[in-house]
């Protein structure tokens, strides 16, 4: 049966929603090859879905491959190059319609050694030069770093043989972090060339991705544009959720789809979760209309259901200090720093850095006027079930 609310996993429309603004950056970007450029948002606030969007409407509208890459598959420099080298390969043949160059490359991988040098030397070109140098490596006669090198050589070899216009999309790039420090190197010489190339990296380690990106000493220092993914509006989660059970003849009025709002902050997941649990509700009772107490009755449900995952993540991500501050916005949703350290009886000073860290990790986050709060409200929402006796 279809549902008007999907939970997890990428999503497209219906269920993608309210991302103009965003989706029109990448997507322009993406057609012109313009700039480079970093998305941070913490988890559950849809990064992945935006990018696997624009990834659709730069393929619909242009002739650029976009190879979306997920770095959580990676977990050291020879599988970063194994897997860009497939994934470039895959969406190039996927686009133009065309077969072989993968299959060969995947017979050097994992194929005999005389098999697959037969088989790169019929293809010829960029795959035959990576694809020789493989075999080498299988035979330890190179290094790991030298077969970064000759992966970033063989896409931009590959780009200039087959006039292509490519984006390298790279999720959850932080992961990387951990590699050796001279793929940012090869990055940043990747990015200075007049190849018709372009990267968008996403994360949700702001701390990572700022060693990584705005460190003055960085290779990469200022090579992209960055762009911070906000919540939902109210507006927007008020419209999704009235025309997705309007879709099923489910009635809601406005105020009661506002609290799809207040209570997930406006965090895509959340929003989606929320909503399948009331659809399962209506499904089962046979009702017709979404009413608040069924809403807060299903949020509850959605707390219990994500109670061991946060008080797992409560008590393992925090330090003494950083889980007395988070637990000090059960008072409110916004608090200045000085209105925390009134909370817990100490001096701001003591406990700037503490705060800082956290909003490195994007646990926390803060607005303009120099307040802070929870970036996970349903997690602040939690903590307060908890906490507040």
């Known amino acids: ?35 480079n450029i970093l998305l941070l948002a913490p988890r559950r606030y849809g990064k992945s879905s935006l990018l696997h969007n624009a990834k659709r409407l730069i393929e619909k509208r242009s002739n650029v491959v976009v190879v979306y890459i997920n770095c959580r598959e990676m977990g050291n420099l020879i599988e970063f190059c194994n897997i860009t080298i497939e994934n470039l390969l895959k969406a190039y043949e996927e686009r133009y319609r065309f077969r072989g160059l993968l299959s060969a490359f995947q017979r050097v991988l994992h194929g005999t050694i005389s098999e697959a040098f037969e088989l790169i030397s019929e293809v010829g070109g960029a795959v035959k030069m990576i694809g020789s140098f493989y075999l080498k490596f299988r035979e330890k006669r190179v290094d790991e770093l030298e077969l970064l090198r000759k992966t970033f050589d063989f ?43 372009c990267y968008f990296f996403s994360g949700s380690s702001q701390t990572l991705l700022e060693n990584i990106f705005l460190r003055e000493d960085s290779p990469l220092y200022l090579m992209v544009s960055r762009h911070y993914i906000k919540p939902l509006t109210r507006d927007a989660v008020v419209k999704f959720v009235k025309e997705r ?38 499904l089962l009772s046979r009702k017709r209309e979404i009413t608040p107490e069924l809403v807060l ?6 707390l219990d259901e994500f109670d061991e995952e946060f008080e797992t993540y409560f008590l393992t991500k925090f330090s003494l200090q950083q889980s007395r501050i988070v637990k000090a916005f059960i008072t409110a949703r916004y608090l200045r720093i000085s209105e925390i350290a009134r909370i817990l009886g100490c001096a701001p000073t003591t406990i700037s850095s503490s705060i800082a860290r956290l909003v490195g990790a994007a646990i926390l986050g803060k607005t303009e006027d120099g307040k802070y709060f929870v970036t996970d409200e349903v997690f602040r929402r939690w903590l307060i079930s908890q906490f507040r006796r």
Not at 169 to 188: H, P, T, W
Not at 260 to 272: K, R, W
Request: proline share 4%; aromatic share 12%.
């Open 1 to 35: 049966m279809d549902v008007p609310f999907r939970v997890g996993g990428i999503v497209e429309p219906p269920y993608f929603f309210d991302r103009e603004e965003e989706l029109n950056l990448l997507v322009t970007t993406g057609i012109g090859l313009t700039q």
């Open 155 to 197: 896409m931009h070899n590959l780009i200039s043989e087959r006039n292509l216009a490519v984006v390298m999309i790279y999720d959850e790039f932080q992961r990387v972090a951990n590699f050796n420090g001279i793929i940012f190197e090869l990055l940043k010489s990747s990015m200075d060339k007049p190849h018709k190339l």
């Open 245 to 282: 059970f309007s879709t099923y003849n489910i009635g809601i009025d406005n105020h009661t789809a506002g609290m799809f709002h207040e209570l997930t902050g406006g965090i895509p997941f959340y929003v989606q979760k929320l909503g399948l649990l009331c659809w399962h509700d209506v």
């Open 297 to 302: 009755s299903k949020f509850e449900q959605m």
